[in-house]
């Protein structure tokens, strides 16, 4: 994606360079087939122009520091990605290659692998403001009113409109080890809810997508899945649910 637009105010995209990379890759493989490799990760300009999209992330002092990459909870930019994964499968579709082209792979996030950007032994994200404001609209959904999140939190004076995201000191403050308690920690089990849903939300968007954009001829795949890749608390803050 190139930060200029096309005479329908969409970002251009170089479907040359796409083009020339399957190419070279097919001329050098005999009669192999290829997949395809979609890497939906948000230039440093679109960034910059876009702060409360980025992901942050927070040490046990409360400390944030920006990351390299986009936020899952960002709407704008799976909807952009979304709309450029689009248009180059579109592209894709007529090329005389085409025929040679197995399947789709989709990589997004830290490590191309679907995990949130920050995650670590020192940091856990996510604290920008795209996930603070989706954090509250998941709350609603799942509690309705404000009496029932009360509840749910022991907290009298809590509202949708003033939770936060718990820091990484409070989310690592664990019942138990890895446990966490849904009579004490309900605030912290429902962010790491959240948090790695967010993920498995951009994956299916941009799966259909490319599932729809092929005819369901192909196969659509991702590094996704791992349900015991970290121990401790930062794999319920980085991982796949």
């Not at 440093?44 to 990459?69: F, R």
């Not at 670590?120 to 403001?129: E, F, H, L, R, T």
């Not at 709350?139 to 509202?159: G, V, W």
């Not at 138990?176 to 429902?190: A, E, G, R, V």
């Amino acid at each position: 994606m190139q930060n200029r637009k096309d005479d329908d105010g969409k970002y251009e995209l170089d479907y040359e360079a796409f083009d020339d990379a399957i190419i070279s890759l097919l001329n050098a493989s005999g009669d192999g087939y290829v997949m395809v490799n979609f890497g939906l990760f948000a230039p440093s300009w679109w960034m910059k122009e876009n702060p409360d999209e980025v992901t942050y992330a927070m040490d046990t002092n409360g400390n944030k520091l920006a990351q390299e990459g986009v936020s899952f909870s960002s709407d704008k930019w799976t909807e952009l990605a979304g709309d450029c994964l689009d248009r180059l499968i579109k592209h894709m579709v007529h090329q005389k290659y085409y025929n040679r082209v197995f399947g789709l792979r989709i990589t997004a996030g830290q490590t191309y692998e679907f995990m949130n950007y920050g995650a670590g032994a020192k940091w856990m994200p996510d604290y920008s403001k795209a996930s603070e404001l989706g954090f509250r609209e998941w709350l609603k959904t799942k509690y309705e009113t404000n009496e029932n999140l009360r509840n749910a939190y022991n907290n009298p004076t809590l509202t949708f409109d003033t939770v936060t995201i718990p820091t990484m000191a409070e989310r690592g403050n664990a019942y138990y080890t890895t446990l966490l308690n849904p009579i004490t920690d309900m605030w912290k089990i429902d962010y790491n809810n959240y948090l790695t849903s967010k993920s498995a939300d951009c994956l299916l968007y941009w799966a259909k997508i490319a599932k729809e954009g092929t005819d369901f001829k192909k196969i659509v795949g991702a590094y996704y899945g791992y349900m015991w890749t970290f121990g401790s608390y930062e794999g319920a803050s980085s991982t796949h649910t």
